[in-house]
């Protein structure tokens, strides 16, 4: 089966600083990855997605992620945060292991962008 | 293009009386997922529908939930005789017949409160 792991619950970083958001992925055939943020009592919106091609992926927001096939990773990066980005962070691989499409979502990280 | 839609935004109940849940998903979207969220838990699928079809109720507790998505008219989460460990963000999601990109367009949940 397919899955994710987010291994922070919560990343702290200053306005204006890079900000990573962690994300390792297990998947049986070729990794379909995304990203989604949650902000509060919303629901979730998509980022960005990698399905082939180039390893550094553009998204929404000024977002990227940078998907590493010999690490399994799919870091979620942003070279200057802002306080607007404080959010909930979802990592997502596609599961098609029963002959269809779904998602598996990670446990989520807390980003927490201070002034 | 109008988006997922859920309703209600917000539901109370009291142990033992039954919550529905109802979700609309975009425009030409046949495909349609339920997922739960609890605090600390993440997003949790709960079920894959298409029209008149369950796909995948995997997720869904055997007793208690049902779900539908009729030819007509938005999916149904049912959960009959809640009690307080149902007090959760349920989120719908959707998906065009065939894309080739899989992810999944979010509604803003139904926050449910049983008392």
């Known amino acids: 089966a397919q899955s994710v792991a987010q291994p922070e619950d919560q990343v702290n970083v200053a306005e204006g600083n890079p900000l990573t958001v962690k994300c390792t992925y297990s998947?049986?055939?070729?990794?379909?990855l995304f990203w989604y943020v949650q902000y509060p009592n919303r629901g979730l919106q998509f980022l960005l997605k990698?399905?082939?091609?180039?390893?550094l992926v553009k998204g929404s927001y000024g977002f990227e992620a940078e998907f590493n096939k010999s690490q399994t990773s799919f870091h979620l990066k942003k070279p200057s945060a802002l306080v607007s980005d404080s959010a909930l962070y979802f990592c997502?691989?596609?599961?098609?292991?029963?002959?269809?499409?779904?998602?598996?979502f990670g446990k989520g990280t807390m980003l927490l962008v201070s002034p | 293009n109008a988006g997922v839609m859920q309703n209600p935004r917000h539901l109370v109940r009291r142990r033992g009386q039954e919550a529905r849940l109802r979700c609309s998903p975009m425009?030409?979207?046949?495909?349609v997922y339920w997922y739960r969220q609890l605090p600390e838990e993440g997003l949790k699928f709960m079920v894959y529908?298409?029209?008149?079809?369950?796909?995948?109720e995997s997720g869904m507790p055997k007793e208690r939930f049902s779900a539908e998505f009729p030819k007509e008219g938005p999916s149904i989460l049912r959960i009959q005789q809640v009690v307080r460990g149902d007090s959760a963000a349920y989120f719908c999601?959707?998906?065009?017949?065939?894309?080739?990109?899989?992810?999944?367009?979010f509604g803003p949940g139904t926050r449910l409160t049983v008392t």
């Open positions: 999601a959707s998906s065009p017949p065939s894309s080739a990109s899989y992810e999944q367009y």
């Open positions: 998947v049986s055939g070729n990794p379909y």
């Open positions: 990698y399905i082939t091609g180039d390893n």
């Open positions: 997502a691989v596609r599961d098609a292991s029963g002959g269809y499409s779904t998602l598996t």
């Open positions: 425009k030409g979207h046949s495909h």
């Open positions: 529908l298409q029209k008149e079809n369950i796909i995948d």
